[in-house]
């Protein structure tokens, strides 16, 4: 299958900074990308999903001002967490497809820790 | 909208006992697919099976195998033999044709397989 790859793999910030996490298609390249936060034992839930060249569209609920996306090109997306706060505390994880797939592919994810 | 229902929240087996794993579905379109993830504890998806809405054909896969019912809207998932390294979490998802790529997860069960 298609690989997904997501930088960095966990990241431990300072409550008030920013971080931007990666995600990249490494073979195929990915017309629209997901982002979806899993918070511990509970499943995923998306965030938002982004097609390359185009705003994002956010799910209900979720801050677009918090929570950055941009998707430049047709491998790479990124997912800017604003501010981020102890409760932005989760594992974020990424997906890419294209018209080709019927299906999404999921990059490792990213733990992010918030002191 | 769509909607996937794992009831089972924690399953706990002894090694080699045969286990399934229940998944129920509610989709408006009539074309979908249907997912499973496993997620260990390192916590990247890993890709099980798709399945899509037209194809009702039972799979086997080693000591995997999916069950795919649309009359009950179920897709239930059964693990044979079952063995240690199959503890993790799993999930099943769904994704409608109208928007290929976009999942609905469940809340996942998660199996424990003891010695």
């Known amino acids: 299958g298609a690989v997904v790859s997501q930088h960095p793999s966990w990241v431990i910030c300072k409550s008030g900074t920013s971080v931007k996490i990666e995600c990249r298609s490494l073979?195929?390249?990915?017309?629209?990308m997901f982002w979806y936060r899993q918070f511990p034992k509970q499943s995923l839930m998306l965030m938002a999903t982004?097609?390359?060249?185009?705003?994002?569209?956010?799910e209900q609920g979720v801050e677009k001002d918090k929570f950055l996306i941009n998707h430049a090109s047709l491998t790479l997306s990124t997912l800017t967490v604003t501010s981020a706060h102890p409760e932005d505390s989760s594992f974020y994880i990424c997906?890419?497809?294209?018209?080709?797939?019927?299906?999404?592919?999921f990059g490792p994810g990213t733990r992010l820790t918030v002191l | 909208a769509q909607k996937v229902t794992q009831a089972q929240t924690e399953i706990s087996v002894v090694e080699k006992e045969d286990v399934t794993l229940d998944c129920v579905y509610e989709?408006?379109?009539?074309?979908?697919?249907l997912f499973w993830y496993k997620q260990p504890p390192s916590g990247e998806l890993v890709f099980l099976i798709r399945?899509?809405?037209?194809?009702?054909q039972n799979e086997i896969s080693g000591r995997y195998s999916w069950n795919f019912q649309k009359s009950t809207s179920s897709f239930n998932f059964t693990i044979t033999a079952s063995q240690v390294v199959d503890s993790a979490v799993y999930f099943c998802?769904?994704?409608?044709?109208?928007?290929?790529?976009?999942?609905?997860f469940g809340d996942g069960t998660t199996l424990t397989v003891k010695p």
């Open positions: 997906s890419a497809s294209c018209s080709s797939y019927n299906e999404q592919f």
């Open positions: 073979d195929f390249q990915a017309t629209t």
């Open positions: 982004s097609n390359e060249g185009s705003k994002a569209t956010y």
């Open positions: 989709t408006r379109d009539t074309t979908y697919y």
């Open positions: 399945r899509n809405s037209f194809d009702e």
């Open positions: 998802a769904l994704s409608e044709g109208s928007n290929a790529g976009k999942s609905t």
